[in-house]
Each structure stands twice: as structure tokens, then as C-alpha cells.
């Protein structure tokens, strides 16, 4: 997926970073770099949806307001549930 610019954060706790737009459900997996001031904001958290433009990084703790610097990149969809996996090789 293209990374999508941030326009700002907020010095707060929990962070709450402002796009242009945004496909992000609550729940989704995000790494942020090159997030400038604020720099509580760059590494990867698991992301709250607030409206279509912002969304609040889950343990994050704000250390300034950060302006429109840096990147968001959407890993991956909410997980969410309990399940177990098994694989079987079979071969010689």
C-alpha cells in the first residue's frame, strides 16, 4: 500500500495523528517514520479510528505537536479473536 503523508499530531496521550484521508478501521496495524517533533509517533502501533481524517495510536504518549512530516503505512487489518493454527508437512 503507498504510505499516506501525515499533516499533524497532537501532544497527547494517546497520540492522535491528522491525514488528508484515511482507510483505517480500529484495530489495524501502522508504522509511522519520519514523524518530526512529536517522535512518540514514529514505530508501530495498533491504531483507534476517530473520523476519516484522524486516528489515535494505542500506547503511545505524545512529546510535542508534530507537524506535517513523516508517513503512515497500514500493515495489516484488524485481528481480533482467539484460534490456533496447525500445519502438517507430509514428504521426503
Keep these: 500500500a503507498t504510505p499516506i503523508a501525515i499533516v499533524s ?5 494517546p497520540i492522535v495523528v491528522t491525514t488528508l484521508s484515511n482507510t483505517l478501521a480500529t484495530g489495524d496495524l501502522v508504522t509511522i517514520a519520519g514523524h518530526l517533533v512529536n517522535t512518540g509517533a514514529n514505530g508501530t502501533f495498533r491504531v483507534t479510528r476517530i473520523t476519516a481524517t484522524t486516528f489515535s495510536l494505542d500506547g503511545s504518549i505524545g512529546v ?3 507537524a506535517a512530516t513523516g508517513t503512515v503505512q497500514i500493515l495489516g487489518g484488524n485481528q481480533t479473536g482467539t484460534g490456533t493454527s496447525e500445519i502438517t508437512a507430509t514428504g521426503t
Design 9 to 13: 499530531s497532537t501532544n497527547a496521550t
Design 64 to 66: 510535542g505537536i508534530g
